[in-house]
């Protein structure tokens, strides 16, 4: 038995629908045992209710089927709206603005490729989120490449006398670079392995932080098992290259002779290297900072209603009639403050787009469809929205049954002046549901512009109207003791319906949800950018030891002269210093320009702030400075009497 009534004999059992699907369900339910194709509404053309499933014949092409579509649907659509609204399909497109599209989309496209999918069954992901994240992935590979490039190459000095003695002894060039090469791909392989195990173990943290569910037996598969022989391969390749060919590229008899120039044709390039490696992690510390500024823009914005403290039941039209006793009896409970019956809400939820047009145009020839929301007298108090002008719906008026309150945008839709008592013509089906009937609205109220849709978008013109809307049982309940609130609820709820489940929700985490993916964006990104952050301090923790080292009677010379460990310092930590400065003026243009594309796809949205911006330089400063700063402490504290006698 579902819902309370009819009876289902149960034919068949399926396996349970994988976790990676763009659908799950617990039944199927036929269009026979529920009569939808008597039903006049939903088989008809002109209702676009039903998700359709294709499937080809072996060798058949979707592009032929996709060129036929449009037509296919519109000689079907033509006859109804001709028979419906006695206007012709061209002429009934024409006038509401709308137009009809039709696409073929493979199965496994939807959760990644859908876009601005309508009507999708479950909230997908982008492919675009899996290509910045892959990138980002590839970039910090890039920087521990840079720190082995930059580390082999600054050590270079202390293998020149290794090539000189082999290129005496008969290497040659191209044995030599094999060598380095080969160092390289175990040093590949040894990290390989590391990173197997690392991701092992991190696996379900990183789940948790992403909200998927990925299994660690992917890594077994053919595909991806070729994609890390190919990723050793390659890094050991980036790695190991440059060092090869710069280190085999050493003479034998300067370098035998002790007149080799240490690091002189390197040290450009590890200049250059370690500019790019902080001015990747900047970039990523900014898009992090910037991606949480505007959540929290988003989640203090005032969107026209109080999303606190609502609870809202589910199911309520189970209850049939008995709903609107129950909500009384809701109300009478102290913590209850207020209660309202519909199925809809300012969050995802039900949604009804219809003709409104104007009364200066009752055959809605310029009068695209727009949002129509059931709702009852309590609707506006219980979700304490703000009325602009005119008045809420009341009791005492008999006729507001034919009074609709619009939204701020539905005025500057219509371009009515003075809304209110305008009228509007509503285009709907009569009770024939075979012909399309003119129902006028007059306005008595205007309610400010609420967003009843992600802060991405605009908000769109809507318009409220009385009625019988049993889908959601919504209530405003006090801030204490919100358990025993619940559970009071739910004695209540099994008093009128026992047998039904009791599900509810509250509506600040139903919004919430909505910008849930740029949440975990936000979470990846950091952890991202403190791993890039991690990753560029070794390698610079490297350099500046190495330099230090290189430096030591250098270091001895200005302390017999004078110098004090503070001017040691920062003899050591100035060129450091100006590479991370150098890499903030690289690295601030380009991820403003990121950035302010990323913003641009909310309407509402926070500006960067360049305070982000002097934050991180003055953080990625700081940070590279006290990598660097350990280890010129530790130069610049030797004596100098040892230092010049170990010269």
């Given at each position: ?10 034919t068949?059992?399926?396996e349970?629908?994988?976790r ?15 009569d ?11 209702s676009?209710?039903?998700?359709t ?22 000689s079907?659509m033509a006859?109804e ?5 006695g206007?012709?399909?061209e ?5 509401s603005g709308?137009?009809?599209e039709s ?18 069954f479950?909230?997908n992901?982008d492919?675009?989120?899996?290509t910045?994240f ?6 910090i590979?890039l920087l521990?490449?840079i720190?082995?490039?930059?580390l082999?190459?600054?050590?270079s000095?202390g293998?020149?006398k290794?090539?000189g ?8 060039r ?13 040093f ?11 991701v092992?173990l991190?696996?379900?943290l990183?789940?948790?932080?992403a909200?998927k ?13 070729a ?18 060919f710069f ?5 034998p008899?300067?370098?035998l002779?002790?007149?080799l120039r240490?690091?002189?044709r390197?040290?450009l390039?590890r ?8 001015a ?7 898009g ?6 505007q ?15 609502v ?7 189970l209850l049939?009639?008995?709903a609107?006793?129950l ?15 519909s199925g809809?809400?300012?969050?995802p ?11 200066s ?6 009068a ?9 007298h309590?609707?506006?108090d219980?979700?304490?929205?703000t ?6 719906f009341s ?5 507001d ?9 539905a005025?500057?839709?219509f ?9 509007v013509?509503?285009h ?6 075979q ?12 309610v400010?512009?609420?967003n ?6 605009a908000v ?5 109207r ?7 049982l ?9 358990a ?5 609820l739910?004695?209540?709820?099994a ?11 509250f509506l ?6 909505m910008y849930e ?9 950091g952890?991202f950018?403190?791993?890039?952050v991690?990753?560029?301090?070794l390698g ?10 290189k430096r030591?009677k ?12 503070p001017?040691?310092?920062?003899l050591l930590?100035?060129e450091f ?5 150098f ?14 594309g ?8 926070t500006?960067i702030?360049?305070?982000g911006?002097v934050?991180?330089g003055l ?14 402490v530790?130069a610049?504290?030797?004596s ?8």
């Amino acid at each position: 038995m579902i819902d309370g009534a009819g009876e289902w004999a149960v034919t068949g059992v399926f396996e349970d629908i994988p976790r990676a699907s763009h659908f799950h369900f617990d039944l199927i339910l036929s269009f026979a045992s529920l009569d939808v194709e008597k039903d006049p509404i939903t088989s008809s053309w002109m209702s676009f209710n039903f998700q359709t499933y294709v499937l080809f014949r072996e060798g058949a092409s979707s592009r032929d089927l996709a060129s036929k579509l449009d037509s296919l649907i519109m000689s079907h659509m033509a006859p109804e709206i001709k028979q419906t609204m006695g206007i012709s399909v061209e002429d009934f497109l024409k006038r509401s603005g709308m137009e009809l599209e039709s696409r073929l989309q493979p199965l496994t496209d939807i959760h990644l490729r859908s876009g601005n999918g309508i009507a999708e069954f479950e909230a997908n992901s982008d492919i675009k989120y899996i290509t910045l994240f892959a990138a980002v992935s590839v970039f910090i590979l890039l920087l521990a490449v840079i720190n082995f490039v930059n580390l082999a190459t600054a050590r270079s000095s202390g293998r020149a006398k290794e090539v000189g003695i082999r290129k005496v002894l008969g290497s040659l060039r191209r044995d030599l670079v094999g060598q380095f090469l080969l160092e390289s791909f175990v040093f590949s392989l040894i990290a390989f392995a590391f990173a197997v195990l690392l991701v092992r173990l991190a696996l379900p943290l990183f789940n948790q932080l992403a909200g998927k569910q990925m299994d660690f037996a992917l890594l077994a598969t053919p595909g991806i098992a070729a994609w890390a022989i190919g990723l050793v391969v390659m890094i050991a390749l980036l790695a190991g290259a440059y060092p090869a060919f710069f280190i085999s590229a050493f003479l034998p008899a300067p370098v035998l002779k002790g007149e080799l120039r240490q690091g002189v044709r390197g040290g450009l390039m590890r200049r250059v290297l370690v500019v790019f490696q902080f001015a990747v992690s900047t970039v990523l510390i900014l898009g992090t900072l910037v991606v949480f500024r505007q959540l929290r823009y988003i989640q203090n914005e005032k969107v026209g209603f109080n999303r606190n403290q609502v609870l809202v039941l589910d199911n309520a039209y189970l209850l049939g009639a008995k709903a609107e006793a129950l909500k009384e009896e809701m109300l009478a409970y102290p913590r209850v403050v207020r209660a309202s019956l519909s199925g809809f809400l300012p969050v995802p939820s039900s949604r009804a787009r219809m003709i409104i047009a104007a009364e200066s145009d009752p055959d809605g020839r310029n009068a695209p469809p727009i949002a129509v929301w059931t709702v009852d007298h309590d609707y506006i108090d219980t979700l304490e929205m703000t009325i602009a002008f005119g008045r809420n719906f009341s009791k005492e008026f008999a006729t507001d049954k034919d009074a609709v309150i619009l939204n701020q945008a539905a005025v500057r839709h219509f371009r009515f002046d003075e809304p209110l008592g305008k009228r509007v013509v509503l285009h709907d089906l009569g009770p024939d549901n075979q012909h399309f009937v003119q129902q006028p609205f007059t306005v008595i109220g205007v309610v400010r512009d609420f967003n009843y849709e992600s802060l991405r978008n605009a908000v769109e013109p809507m318009m409220l109207r009385l009625g019988s809307s049993r889908g959601k049982l919504i209530l405003r309940i006090q801030g204490e003791d919100v358990a025993g609130t619940i559970e009071t609820l739910r004695g209540k709820w099994a008093e009128f319906a026992r047998e039904e489940p009791f599900e509810y929700f509250f509506l600040d985490e139903r919004f919430d949800r909505m910008y849930e993916s740029e949440l975990r964006i936000g979470r990846i990104f950091g952890s991202f950018a403190g791993l890039a952050v991690f990753v560029g301090c070794l390698g610079l923790f490297g350099l500046a030891a190495y330099s230090a080292a290189k430096r030591t009677k250098e270091i001895g010379v200005h302390k017999v002269f004078g110098a004090t460990v503070p001017d040691v310092i920062r003899l050591l930590v100035r060129e450091f210093a100006l590479l991370v400065v150098f890499a903030n003026v690289i690295a601030w243009p380009v991820a403003y320009l990121i950035m302010s594309g990323w913003l641009r796809n909310f309407a509402y949205r926070t500006g960067i702030g360049w305070a982000g911006f002097v934050l991180t330089g003055l953080g990625t400063l700081a940070i590279a400075l006290l990598t660097v700063g350990f280890q010129s402490v530790k130069a610049a504290s030797a004596s100098p009497a040892e230092t010049l006698k170990y010269e």
